[in-house]
T-cell receptor
Framework: SAVISQKPSRDICQRGTSLTIQCQVD?????MFWYRQQPGQSLTLIAT?????????ESGFVIDKFPISRPNLTFSTLTVSNMSPEDSSIYLC???????????FGQGTRLTVV | GENVEQHPSTLSVQEGDSAVIKCTYS??????FPWYKQELGKRPQLIID?????GEKKDQRIAVTLNKTAKHFSLHITETQPEDSAVYFC????????????FGTGTRLQVTL
């Protein structure tokens, strides 16, 4: 299994600012993903982080708002840009190996925008 | 895109009873169906999964059934225990892997003594 660490674990940010969330995996996972989970709600896939190239975004999510980097197989960042209160949510990093189906999740970053 | 509906949204059972959570999916191309358990304030964790070429899978007290014709799958927990209390999410993917998972809306299971 993979151990996924995220930081920060939580933050309170002013509207209009940006926050970068870091995700570190303890082994070289093939795939990395970013999800959003609003309190008490389900998980929604934001994008697949691709090593060394642009992330693949899901419908409703754009690179200008959620720029993602993945410089190597074990590290990725998600930036939430120009934040508004509607961005208040939990952001989860996830990783998976190519030949296995289990997706491992980080502990999440609880973001509050005021 | 894929849409996954999950019912019920909340479920309360007495310890020792069985619990059943049902999900339906919209895209017949979906071929991988995991179930995740999320305890309060913790990360989701995979508890069981099933592929489209299998109708049922069991792991101790947990089982999942899949009906491809009807496009629905269910989680069955027998002999429930208080530590089973959590939110359970079903999900579906067309890739056969954990990529591009579409999650259901979640079921909050409460096991009472």
């Amino acid at each position: 299994s993979a151990v996924i660490s995220q930081k920060p674990s939580r933050d309170i940010c002013q509207r209009g600012t940006s926050l970068t969330i870091q995700c570190q995996v303890d082994s070289q996972v093939t795939m990395m993903f970013w999800y959003r989970q609003q309190p008490g709600q389900s998980l929604t896939l934001i994008a697949t982080a691709n090593q060394g190239s642009e992330a693949t975004y899901e419908s409703g999510f754009v690179i200008d708002k959620f720029p993602i980097s993945r410089p190597n197989l074990t590290f990725s960042t998600l930036t939430v840009s120009n934040m508004s209160p509607e961005d208040s949510s939990i952001y989860l990093c996830s990783g998976a190996y190519r030949d296995f189906t289990e997706a491992f999740f980080g502990q999440g970053t609880r973001l509050t925008v005021v | 895109g894929e849409n996954v509906e999950q019912h019920p949204s909340t479920l309360s059972v007495q310890e020792g009873d069985s619990a059943v959570i049902k999900c339906t999916y919209s895209d017949s191309a979906s071929n991988y169906f995991p179930w995740y358990k999320q305890e309060l304030g913790k990360r989701p964790q995979l508890i069981i999964d099933i592929r489209s070429n299998v109708g049922e899978k069991k792991d101790q007290r947990i089982a999942v059934t899949l009906n491809k014709t009807a496009k629905h799958f269910s989680l069955h927990i027998t002999e429930t225990q208080p530590e089973d209390s959590a939110v359970y999410f079903c999900a579906a993917s067309q890739t056969g892997t954990a990529s591009k998972l579409t999650f259901g809306t979640g079921t909050r299971l409460q096991v009472t003594l």
